[in-house]
């Protein structure tokens, strides 16, 4: 059975900080490319960030310099560093597993930040 399950959401104040884990299981982590999405209340989900199994990295423009993807494959986990957050920010953060032909998803956590 596949699982990815995130944590570390939670309420801050702009300009704070959080620190998102995704650990996965049932999958042989080091071949899966990962990311993190998010959706923000009436809005669609949209890509963040991104880390491959080779641990090139890339982000979506509005965090990039702000957010930081990082994976720790002997734990099979996937983070997410965010800092200087906004109150658009807010969303509810997914975990995504892939490889070709093959997707995962995580059930979400939710980050809100006050103004």
């Known amino acids: 059975q596949v699982q990815l399950r995130e944590s570390g959401g939670g309420l801050v104040q702009a300009g704070g900080s959080l620190r998102l884990s995704c650990a996965a299981s049932g999958i042989f982590f080091n071949d899966y490319d990962m990311g993190w999405y998010r959706q923000a209340p009436g809005k669609q989900r949209e890509w963040i960030a991104h880390?491959?199994?080779?641990?090139?990295?890339s982000y979506l423009d509005s965090v990039k310099g702000r957010f930081t993807i990082s994976r720790d494959n002997a734990q099979s986990t996937v983070h997410l560093e965010m800092n200087s957050l906004k109150p658009e920010d807010t969303a509810v953060y997914y975990c995504h597993a892939g490889r070709i032909g093959m997707d995962y998803w995580g059930k979400g956590t939710l980050v809100t930040v006050s103004a």
């Open positions: 880390i491959t199994d080779r641990d090139s990295t």
